[in-house]
């Protein structure tokens, strides 16, 4: 094999390999809402209405889906009080708190995004 074949095998073997671990945390992360309540949940533990109030627009049905879904991804961790009515408490885990930094730098990009995108309106319509 000739050397620019070795490149270029070897390149698109690691693509192959990244986008496996792209996809696999696009599926566990996928939808609307399952990072807008893992940064809710980063800011502290909350009960099921807290984060429903802090997120806005999401439906009960949907929140209790990503929960339930999030729960089985390790991502958060649902403790339930003995107190009468029970009381359900939300937390983030170590696994879930180790996308911190993905989410800061999505944070990042989403403002320079924004600014990039605003000032190109707001020259355009100079």
């Not at 809402?33 to 009960?60: M, V």
Request: hydrophobic share 35%; proline share 3%; glycine share 6%.
């Amino acid at each position: 094999m000739e050397e620019t074949e070795e490149v270029i095998d070897h390149s698109t073997q690691t693509c192959t390999r990244m986008l496996l671990h792209v996809q696999d945390a696009l599926e566990v992360l996928n939808g609307k809402w399952k990072l807008p309540i893992l940064l809710c949940l980063t800011f502290g533990e909350r009960r099921f209405r807290q984060i429903a109030k802090d997120i806005g627009g999401i439906t009960d049905k949907m929140l209790s889906k990503e929960l339930k879904d999030m729960e089985v991804n390790k991502l958060i961790k649902r403790t339930v009080l003995d107190s009468f009515p029970p009381t359900v408490i939300y937390s983030v885990t170590d696994h879930g708190k180790s996308l911190k930094p993905v989410i800061d730098e999505l944070a990042i990009w989403g403002n320079k995004h924004r600014e990039e995108i605003i000032g190109i309106r707001q020259k355009e319509k100079s």
